[in-house]
Antibody, heavy 113, light 106 residues
Framework: EEQLVESGGGLVQPGGSLRLSCAAS????????MHWVRQAPGKGLVWVSR????????NYAASVRGRFTISRDNAKNTLYLQMNSLRAEDTAVYYC??????WGQGTLVTVSS | DIQMTQSPSSLSASVGDRVTVTCRAS??????LNWYQQKPGKAPKLLIY???HLQSGVPSRFSGSGSGTDFTLTISSLQPDDFATYYC?????????FGQGTKLEI
């Protein structure tokens, strides 16, 4: 079964940092672009970042560029999102996805003092 | 950035109804358009990819059409399980962008 499982969410103060992880199984992780998408409470879906199969190319939404870093470890079948300088407006459920058919269950990040 | 505009934002319908949701892109995206269904507390589920291709396992009452800037998602006969929020998403250009969602209510 193709599966993505996120972890690492939680409560963090404004200006703080958090690293999300996403463990992949059941498909060829190292052959696929991978993405992070977020959804603020009660709001719509927003694309955050993507990374190519070998980790050499990454793209970001303007709202997170310079603060967030996407990376991957193909040996561990794991995707990461390092989030620095967090703001209240970064509060959301963060999903990792092989955009299209495979999504994780999401992990909640709350930025609040 | 490419703006994706869905209409309507919400829709009331009944079981058995035929329902259409539209999505308009601010520039041509060919057929680089996906449709998702999302239920509360759950991850989005892919229904249609590349504008009109039905994802494996999705009931045939769902269909997609369109190209360029105008797209539609049609549910031919609403079932109780279909009441959810629907999103379009373009994967033509970075940043990939989603529509604001259409909430389908009973």
């Amino acid at each position: 079964e193709e599966q993505l499982v996120e972890s690492g969410g939680g409560l963090v103060q404004p200006g703080g940092s958090l690293r999300l992880s996403c463990a992949a199984s059941g498909f060829s992780f190292s052959s696929n672009w991978m993405h992070w998408v977020r959804q603020a409470p009660g709001k719509g879906l927003v694309w955050v970042s993507r990374i190519n199969n070998d980790g050499t190319t990454a793209n970001y939404a303007a709202s997170v560029r310079g603060r967030f870093t996407i990376s991957r470890d193909n040996a561990k079948n794991t995707l990461y999102l390092q989030m620095n300088s967090l703001r209240a407006e970064d509060t959301a459920v963060y999903y990792c996805a092989r955009l299209g058919a495979i999504w994780g269950q999401g992990t909640l990040v709350t930025v609040s003092s | 950035d490419i703006q994706m505009t869905q209409s309507p934002s919400s829709l009331s319908a009944s079981v058995g109804d035929r329902v259409t949701v539209t999505c308009r892109a601010s520039q041509s995206i060919a057929t680089y358009l996906n449709w998702y269904q999302q239920k509360p507390g759950k991850a989005p589920k892919l229904l249609i990819y590349a504008a009109f291709h039905l994802q494996s396992g999705v009931p045939s009452r769902f269909s997609g059409s369109g190209s360029g800037t105008d797209f539609t998602l049609t549910i031919s006969s609403l079932q109780p399980d279909d009441f959810a929020t629907y999103y379009c998403q373009q994967n033509y250009n970075i940043p990939y962008t989603f529509g604001q969602g259409t909430k389908l209510e009973i």
